[in-house]
């Protein structure tokens, strides 16, 4: 085990060669940039060009009457609440299920066919058949966004099992090491990054399914609330509805992207 511990250490990069670790200052200026130049075009518009469009300014007050009365703070409580539940329990299978598939030639026989098949049916056509199965309660819009998030997460991970390299597997049993320590020390973290990878998408495709999912008989949510405000052509509570998912959905995604640096701190990084 000191060898296979040996060679697992001797693949990792040097510590200069490590990179990525903290994001440039450059990036960050970028960043911002891009985020005054886009708040200037959608101003640009909604002055001069699209007609009915609010303003960023229009925006934000309506967004400070949505805070002050706790009506933007329940709905985002109520629609991160249905996201982290239906995209834990999507990823906490898909990782189990996605090793079976990659490690076991029997299982990837028997699993491969439903995941392909179910991956080519949006998650969205099944909506029909959770609200018949499942009725109109909290359970139907858990399981469509938990389906997404499984579906993403399932082949990224499997995908990393497979991509192993053969020559580290060979390697690792040259030296003596038991199918189980081979999967543990070296299968696991070799296919740590894309089961991240796998995370992130999955949590994109639970953030997307979202609004949808609260259409079975919401009574709050981001999604319901911008739904509603369809009805009475309030772009501005539309509009506060579309940033708000996309800044929880953004942070997500940073605390995802922060665990793949740690996690994956042995790789070298461009």
Not at 33 to 46: H, I, N, R, S, Y
Not at 55 to 73: F, M, R, S, Y
Request: avoid cysteine.
């Amino acid at each position: 085990m000191t060898q296979l511990t040996a060679l697992g250490k001797s693949s990792q990069p040097a510590p200069a060669a490590r990179r990525g670790g903290r994001r440039p200052r450059r990036a960050i200026v970028l960043n911002l940039v891009a985020v005054l130049a886009g708040l200037l075009v959608w101003t640009l518009l909604a002055t001069v060009g699209v007609q009915g469009l609010p303003t960023p300014l229009e925006v934000a007050a309506k967004a400070g009457e949505l805070i002050a009365d706790g009506t933007l703070l329940g709905d985002a409580l109520a629609s991160l609440r249905r996201v982290l539940l239906g995209f834990l329990l999507g990823t906490l299978l898909a990782i189990p299920v996605g090793f079976l598939m990659g490690w076991y030639a029997t299982a990837r026989g028997l699993l491969e066919p439903y995941v392909q098949f179910f991956r080519t049916i949006p998650p969205l056509a099944i909506i029909p058949l959770a609200i018949v199965l499942m009725g109109i309660g909290e359970v139907p819009k858990v399981f469509v966004i938990f389906l997404a998030s499984f579906l993403s997460s399932v082949v990224s991970t499997f995908q990393g099992v497979v991509d192993v390299d053969r020559t580290l597997i060979n390697a690792a049993r040259v030296l003596g090491a038991s199918d189980r320590t081979i999967f543990l020390k070296v299968v696991v973290p070799a296919s740590t990054p894309f089961i991240l990878v796998g995370m992130r998408v999955g949590l994109g495709s639970a953030w997307g399914t979202l609004v949808a999912a609260e259409l079975i008989a919401a009574q709050e949510g981001l999604g319901f609330r911008m739904q509603q405000a369809q009805l009475y052509y309030d772009l501005s509570t539309i509009f506060v509805g579309l940033i708000a998912i996309g800044v929880l959905g953004l942070l997500m995604d940073r605390l995802l992207l922060l665990a793949e640096r740690r996690l994956t701190d042995w790789q070298e990084r461009r």
